[in-house]
């Protein structure tokens, strides 16, 4: 069993809806982070948060320690926002651990 | 900054070669991983550094060596290369534990046949 999972996998959607990407993990953590892996396989950092809620743009990241659980919502997503999204939780030592991605394609 | 760079970007190897995958980074950062990545599987850690002169294996360290005199190289170094070692392999550093961005390199892959 994977310490990171993601669902789902892939998701395809209209351009302007909401979409949610979820992330559970069953280790104990100092961070979580979501990543973006666009076509051409570069990967950035979008938010790192170990509590709450924090938004940049039109990306909200929430995240419920209790739960051991994360959310990533796009709000009016648009093209550009295709691309695969990556949960990665930091551990109590020095390690990362990965989900394996969300394909994420909208559509004009 | 540069960030954290990566070369070659691309490397077809015959089975049994041996090669290097340079890393660098210019930020100062003490902390330091390779991972690799599958189809369909999610990154995965290979060795990883603290700081110059330590290293510690990941998840998968077999077939993988690693050093790091300098806080800005971490070069990974493939013996005797094998099929399941085809992946596309980035490198990443980060300041310190906790809340603090990991940044990327921008991958290699690597073909072994």
């Known amino acids: 069993k994977n310490e990171v999972e993601q669902s789902p996998q892939n998701l395809t959607a209209q351009e302007g809806e909401f979409i949610t990407i979820n992330c559970s993990y069953s280790?104990?953590?100092?961070?979580l982070h979501w990543l973006q892996q666009h076509p051409g396989g570069g990967i950035v950092s979008l938010f790192m948060?170990?509590?709450g809620k924090k938004k940049h743009g039109r990306l909200i990241a929430t995240i419920n320690i209790q739960e051991k659980h994360s959310s990533l919502h796009i709000t009016a997503s648009h093209p550009r926002d295709s691309a695969v999204y990556i949960c990665?939780?930091?551990?109590?030592?020095?390690?990362?651990?990965f989900g394996t991605g969300t394909s994420l394609t909208v559509i004009p | 900054n540069a960030g954290v760079t990566q070369t070659p970007k691309f490397r077809i190897l015959k089975i049994g070669q041996s090669m290097t995958l340079q890393c660098a980074q210019d930020?100062?950062?003490?902390?330091m991983y390779w991972y690799r990545q599958d189809p369909g599987m999610g990154l995965k850690l290979i060795y990883y550094?603290?700081?110059?002169?330590?290293?510690d294996k990941g998840e998968v360290p077999n077939g993988y060596n690693v050093s790091r005199s300098t806080t800005e190289d971490f070069p990974l170094r493939l013996e005797l290369a094998a099929p399941s070692q085809t992946s596309v392999y980035f490198c990443?550093?980060?300041?310190?534990?906790?809340?603090?961005?990991?940044?990327f390199g921008p991958g290699t892959r690597l073909t072994v046949t």
């Open positions: 280790v104990g953590i100092s961070a």
């Open positions: 948060l170990s509590s």
């Open positions: 990665a939780v930091r551990g109590v030592g020095n390690q990362f651990y």
């Open positions: 550094s603290v700081g110059a002169g330590i290293t």
């Open positions: 930020m100062n950062h003490n902390y």
């Open positions: 990443a550093s980060t300041t310190g534990v906790g809340l603090y961005e990991q940044y």
